[in-house]
C-alpha cells in the first residue's frame, strides 16, 4: 500500500529559532539594537498607514544602503548561515521522517513565515523544507532587491494552508480556489499538523484545528514563559503546547510521534473502511440484480451468468 501523506507546517521566529532572524546578524551590522529596529518598524508603518511587513522590508532596505551592506540575494541567504536554531531542530526532521515512514506515512515540512524567505534558504535547515512560504524580495538582473515579492502577515498566512492541502504549491496557482473532494485532496486536512509560537499564527493554528489537523503552540524552554500558551490552548486555538525543544527524548517530539501514530491508525482503519464497503456494494449489487430476475421471471443463460460473477465478487456465504 502507497504511504500515505502528512504535512507539517512551521512559523520559524521563535517556533524554530530563540529570535526574529533579523536579530541574529543583519541588525546587529547596522549597528542597532533590535528594539530599535523594531519600534522604527512600527512607527514608519502606523505613520504611514503601511503593513508592518512592508515595513521592515523598506527598512531593511534603506538601512542597508545607508551601511553600504548588500542587498543581493546571495547576501540574504547568507545571513541565514547564523540563525541559531532550537535545541534538536537540525536533526529533527529527518528524524520524524524515519519515524513517520515505519507507519507507512510520507512527510512534506513546510515553512509558513512572516520572514525573509532568502535568509530561511540559507539556514542550515532550509533544504528540509518542501516549500517556504514567507516574505521576500524581488531582485533585478545585478541579484540586487528592488521590490517585495511577496508580504506574508498572519492572516495571508491561512492561503498556504489551503494550497497545501490542494497541492496547488505555486503562490499563483489560482486553482487553489476551486473545489476540491476530500479524498482529491493532496494533503487531508486532518493529516495536517500547524507548529507556531504567538498570536500572529491563530489564524492557522484556528484554520488547522477546525479542519480536524492538529495545532500545536511552542514557547522557549529556556525562558519558560507559558502565557501565551495557556492562552491560546484556553481559547480553543491550539490542541496542545510543548517547550521549543525538539530533541528526541523531549515532551514535543513524543507528542508529536502520539500524533503520527494517531493519523496513522486513521489511515489504516480508512482503508479498512473502504475494503468493506466496496465488498458491501457488491453484495447490494448481487441483491438487487437477483431481486429484478425474480421479478421479471426472466430465464435464460446471460442473467444467471451475470449473476453468479456478481456472488464471486462478494465474500462468505449471502444465501
Known sequence: MAAKRLAICYDFDKTLAPDDMQAFTFIPSLGMRSDDFWKETNLLANQNGMERNLAWMWLMIEKAKEKNISIQRAAFQALGQDIQLYQGVEQWFQQIDDYAAQRNLAVDHYIISSGLKEIIEGSCIGHHFKRIYASSFYYGADDVARWPAQAVNYTN???????????????????????????????????????????????????????GGTSIGVFDPQKDNRRRVYELFHDGRINYYAPADYRPDQQLFRLMQKIIDHIATRESLKEVFREQKEMAEH?????????????????????????????????????
Open 283 to 319: 453484495f447490494a449489487a448481487y441483491t438487487a440484480l437477483k431481486s429484478a430476475l425474480a421479478t421479471a421471471d426472466q430465464e435464460g443463460e446471460a442473467p444467471e451468468e451475470l449473476l453468479s460473477a456478481l456472488k464471486e465478487q462478494v465474500e462468505g456465504n449471502i444465501d
Open 157 to 211: 498566512k491561512t492561503q498556504y494552508i489551503f494550497r497545501i492541502a490542494k497541492g496547488a504549491l505555486e503562490e499563483n496557482d489560482d486553482s487553489v480556489n476551486q473545489t476540491m473532494p476530500e479524498d482529491q485532496l493532496y494533503v487531508p486536512y486532518e493529516n495536517m499538523i500547524y507548529i507556531g509560537d504567538s498570536e500572529t499564527d491563530i489564524p492557522c493554528m484556528r484554520l488547522v484545528k477546525s479542519k
